[in-house]
């Protein structure tokens, strides 16, 4: 028995042992003071409610209930019970949020990646804060098959989401910028037909997180350039860029959020400009039956249709 089992087998022993329904009795009969309160609120007989707090006397070590006059009265141990049953009740409804109560809190969850976490979860979080205070908002790496396995509410990606279960919603356009330091000593003659395979000390970089196919565009577009790092860490790739006399490739909203910080400037380009970058916002249709969730996503939509 591994680590694991050995800690966790006696919950779930104990929890089979018990018939949780007899706790949602147990509740009843303890708020209401009375069986046959109890029978009427739950909609049974009260011969069944009599059996169900006999299975639990057998349970615990405890009546649990005292006859007095027309009701009873709990025992020391069954306000004892009370106290944690209630609260377990009161945390799976919370979880459940059947009727979508827009006074419990709630975590969204938001899979995108590093780089457009940085850009795009300030205002993200600004507009479910307007909605809705009681939303928490967790942000996570986007994965494959994510939103149809639910394991995440909303994904934002440049990459294009299929399934007769996803829905999209394309969040604003980018461009792909060349960048570098701003005092980079060959800036302007970089991308001039003789010298892009003439200047060996110069080389071109691009993050990982690139789409493939952009990828791909680029190479077509500057081939035979000689790529000396490569990072998935967008700040490890500004930081180089602004220490070195390498080019890189990125959104020019992520350029114009780092350019200040850093020192970097863009580098004229035409040919990178037949490469366009799509932001979109990709979620679970079954999220419509959710209206906090629908509210947080037309939010999403609404904020970014600003200027």
């Known amino acids: 028995m591994d680590r694991y089992e050995k800690n966790h087998h006696p919950t779930f ?9 007899l706790l949602t009795i147990f509740e009843a009969v303890y708020i209401h003071k009375g069986i046959v309160n109890a029978a009427k609120v739950l909609n049974l007989t009260p011969s069944a409610i009599s059996q169900s707090i006999q299975k639990l006397r057998s349970t615990f ?40 109560n827009y006074e419990k809190e709630r975590i969204i969850t938001v899979a995108c990646s590093p780089t ?6 300030p205002r993200i979080y600004s507009a479910i804060q307007k909605v809705n205070p009681k939303l928490s908002v967790r942000n996570v790496p986007v994965a494959e098959r994510q939103l149809s396995q639910f394991q995440a509410d909303i994904a934002i990606d440049n990459r294009h989401h299929h399934g007769p279960g996803i829905n999209s919603h394309k969040l604003f356009d980018d461009r792909l910028v060349a960048v570098c330091r701003h005092d980079h000593p060959n800036a302007e003659s970089i991308f001039s037909a003789n010298d892009i395979h ?50 890189g490739f990125m959104p020019y909203k992520i350029f114009e959020m780092f350019s200040h910080q850093f020192g970097l400037k863009t580098v004229e380009c035409e040919r990178l400009s037949a490469i366009p970058l799509g932001t979109t916002m990709h979620f679970n249709k079954l999220s419509s039956r959710d209206a906090i969730l ?13 200027v």
């Open 198 to 247: 003439g200047i060996n000390y110069t080389f071109l970089i691009m993050q990982e997180e690139l789409l493939a196919d952009t990828r791909q565009l680029i190479n077509e577009l500057l081939p035979n350039r000689q790529i000396t790092f490569s990072s998935y860490n967008l700040l490890a790739i500004v930081s180089m860029l602004s220490t070195s006399d390498l080019i």
């Open 61 to 100: 070590p405890d009546p649990l209930f005292i006859r007095k006059g027309q009701g009873v009265t709990p025992t020391a141990y069954a306000a004892h019970l009370h106290e944690y049953i209630s609260q377990g009740f009161e945390s799976i409804l919370c979880a459940l949020d059947i009727n979508n």
């Open 13 to 21: 022993k104990a929890l089979r042992n018990i018939d949780l329904n």
């Open 294 to 306: 629908q509210e947080v996503i037309d939010a999403i939509i609404h904020e970014f249709e600003k």
């Open 116 to 121: 457009s976490g940085a850009l795009l979860m």
